[in-house]
């Protein structure tokens, strides 16, 4: 292989650093209307009346209509639109289409609503005592689920240390650079929906469940995405308004969120609160852990997976046997909960490792000492909640991580001797992805050479059709230039799942391989008939079928463009035609990345600065070490912001309070900070390329790194994320 493990820079870049891109509201359709929602501005009431009249009186004004009760899977009271209670701020309770947006808004200023404000519920842990329901008529306890093992009760009783940790990880909110819409182009028999979606076929499965009855089919068609991390993968009630507006109007339909809409209504991330107990031997053994998890999951039920994911990765890297964890998923009257970059993970890593943090300090012992100590050395290796963790050697990386660390602890000692507040932090992670079931990909040869591969994955400014280009190149021996790498469209392949969960490249990367090895034999198989030679005197590399007894060949290019031409208009062989394949492919377990980072902060006026960073990852083969560094110095920033910055701020009455760029706090330029990466290939997976995700291990790893750093530099406690200036201060 010569592609596979080079820094090949991105194919997809030209056309997005050049303007071509082609985002959800640059594209045009003739008749288009424009779709206003008009949203709750209080987080709980009975809505007594909802009146669009005075709205369609606006000159422009083609629909307005309310009260859309499809039962979709899981959404709030399992409809896109409140009619009889509103359950959350920025809750859909009308419509309207106009000729433009301007008016459509402006028309939503007409629209009556009257309502009875009822008490809100806010806090997860409160919830539980049920003195008010979220949600009228239920209970706001939703969800409970026991992850055990051993005796933990009896373990923590007799061990030596114990640390008792409330740690709370707020709320966030993705924001990605575009805001969230849709374009619904209307037919007699089929709808195309232009979707910045993260899963083109999730989406069309969902809508058709839907709207199956009323049309044939549903293409769903991805343009560029300006970032989504989660958040767009799965449906909102403003998908299924626009599709529903479409067919009553027979009109193409747009719709496109402002920020403040999209920071309302968008799927939050995070929302954990976790009441830890744990427990140690003096020699530095871990012994329990025994958690309670209260994740607050807005007003739908959709998030519960997020809790489960936490709870089984909880023990991380560790050796621990005795274990565990109460979920309590709880309804309340905020947003929605969901996936956002790490989904679960990010939460299991805060909590072990501030488990970690706090016990070493209760034992007087060095940090990476009591890693080690509990450190799981075997690996393939089952955690008491029976995840299989499947390779690599973690001992290895940490000591290359511990290197760094004693290096940077050196120059702290040293700033911290001339007054400042200089301090390391240090954590281990263990990352969980490749979630399938399975992907699917197509490889096309034209012709002219060309090589069309449709994946399955539908990637989003990740690199991941350049990656999959290499290996594609690599496989079939061509230049990379003639790898035109395609998805996005649920017309151009059958079934797909999409990208999410650092998935993509494991799987979708192995599926193109599988289509292009099956191409090869189909390949050789042509040039036998082509050649009149026995298959096995035929060989294929780099690129061509050679004869290897007498040395002739035929290029792909020229096999395929045989095999699609005719003489005298018969076609005259036993092999099908066509040079094409295509391929799905699953493993039947999930993959576990895992790394270190290192991280000196000083504290000035209570405000963090990262002076040094470094970051390393074992992902088993790095098929490009450029793209998977971007990604790792994008995550690092992620896990800054929500570390010290991002945070969802609700009032006492369920009002949003960080509902624009002005009160969520982003990090920016200013707050950028050099970041050195490093990597292993010793972790890999089964798969016949053996690599594994690294999308998301950043943003899981950066949390618990820089709250200890900060934690040491203040001097202070620090259990709760966001880390805000205050706690900082003396």
């Known amino acids: 292989m010569t592609l596979v493990g080079s820094r090949v820079k991105r194919l997809e870049d030209e056309k997005l650093i050049t303007g071509r891109g082609q985002y959800i509201d640059d594209i045009e359709l003739p008749g288009t209307l424009f779709l206003g929602i008009l949203r709750s501005q209080v987080a709980h009431a009975k809505i007594k009346r909802i009146d669009v009249s005075d709205a369609l009186k606006v000159v422009g004004v083609m629909d307005a209509f309310t009260g859309l009760n499809i039962k979709v899977e899981n959404r709030p009271k399992n409809f896109p639109m409140a009619s009889t209670e ?30 009875e404000e009822l008490p809100v519920v806010l806090d997860p842990v409160k919830a539980v005592e049920e003195k008010f329901n979220a949600v009228e008529g239920e209970r706001n306890l939703v969800y409970s689920k026991k992850y055990s093992s051993g005796n933990p009760e009896e373990s923590l009783r007799k061990s030596d ?79 299924y308004i626009a599709v529903y507006a479409a067919l009553r109007s027979k009109r193409p339909v747009k719709w496109s969120a402002t920020r403040s809409e999209d920071i309302r209504s968008t799927y939050h991330g995070r929302g954990q609160i976790h009441r830890v107990k744990a427990g140690a031997k003096r020699d530095g053994t871990l012994t329990a852990i025994v958690d309670d998890l209260f994740i607050d999951l807005g007003a739908a039920s959709h998030g519960t997976y997020l809790a489960d ?15 565990l964890v109460n979920v309590y998923g709880v309804h309340t009257n905020k947003t929605p909960l969901d996936q956002y970059r790490g989904a679960g993970r990010p939460e299991a890593s805060f909590v072990i490792e501030r488990v970690m943090d706090s016990l070493a300090d209760e034992l007087d012992m060095d940090p990476i000492e009591f890693r080690k100590r509990n450190l799981i050395r075997e690996v393939s290796y089952t955690n008491p909640l029976g995840l299989k963790y499947d390779s690599g050697n973690y001992l290895t990386l940490l000591e290359k991580a511990e290197k760094v660390y004693r290096e940077m602890e050196s120059r702290a000692r040293e700033l911290s001797a001339k007054g400042r507040k200089v301090a390391v932090g240090f954590d281990f992670y263990l990352e969980q992805n490749n979630f399938g079931p399975w992907e699917s990909a197509s490889v096309r040869v034209r012709g002219d050479g060309k090589i069309v591969l449709i994946i399955g994955a539908a990637p989003h400014g990740q690199g991941t059709g350049t990656g999959i280009a290499q290996i594609v190149a690599d496989e079939l021996g061509v230049d990379i230039n003639d790898v035109d790498v395609r998805w996005g469209d649920t017309a151009m392949l059958g079934e797909a799942y999409g990208t999410y969960g650092s998935r993509s490249l494991t799987l979708a990367g192995n599926a193109a391989i599988l289509a292009s090895r099956k191409v090869k034999e189909k390949a050789v198989r042509l040039a036998a008939q082509f050649m009149k ?30 095999s699609m031409s005719s003489l005298g208009g018969v076609w005259k062989y036993r092999e099908e035609p066509g040079l094409e394949a295509t391929a799905y492919f699953g493993l039947d377990n999930y993959t576990y990345p895992y790394g270190s980072h290192v991280v000196m902060v000083e504290i000035v006026d209570g ?26 110095r994008g995550g690092v920033i992620q896990g800054y912001g929500e570390t010290v910055l991002e945070e969802i701020v609700y009032g006492d009455n369920g009002s949003l309070l960080s509902g624009n760029f002005s009160d969520y ?3 920016t330029a200013v707050e950028g900070f050099n970041i050195r990466w490093d990597y292993m290939e010793i972790g890999k997976s089964d798969a016949p390329l053996p690599a594994k995700g690294i999308g998301e291990g950043a943003t899981i790893g950066t949390p618990p790194a820089l709250i200890r750093a900060l934690e040491k530099a203040s001097g202070k406690k620090l259990t709760r994320l966001p880390v805000k200036p205050e706690d900082l201060l003396p």
């Open 86 to 115: 509103i359950l959350y701020e920025g809750q859909p309770l009308a419509a309207v289409l106009a000729v433009d947006r301007y008016t459509a808004y402006d028309a939503m200023e007409r629209i009556q609503v009257e309502y």
């Open 161 to 239: 240390k114990i640390v008792t940790l409330d740690l709370e990880i707020s709320r966030v909110y993705p924001a990605a650079m575009e805001t969230r819409g849709l374009l619904v182009s209307f037919s007699a028999n089929t709808l195309t929906v232009y979707a910045p979606t993260q899963s083109p076929h999730f989406m069309r499965r969902y809508l058709l469940e839907a709207f199956g009855k009323e049309v044939e089919d549903i293409r769903v068609v991805q343009p560029d995405v300006g970032g989504a991390f989660g958040s767009k993968l799965f449906p909102y009630p403003e998908d």
């Open 309 to 323: 994911i936490a709870a089984t990765m909880l023990p991380g890297p560790y050796q621990v046997k005795d274990l």
């Open 533 to 562: 030679s026995d298959v096995q005197e035929l060989r294929y590399e780099q690129g061509k079928v050679t004869n290897i007894k007498t040395n002739k060949f035929m290029t792909l290019k020229e096999i395929a463009s045989r």
């Open 607 to 632: 405000k963090p600065k990262v002076l040094e960073y470094y970051a390393i990852d074992d992902i088993g083969i790095v098929v490009n070490p450029l793209l998977a560094e971007g990604q790792v």
């Open 665 to 667: 706090a982003l990090p």
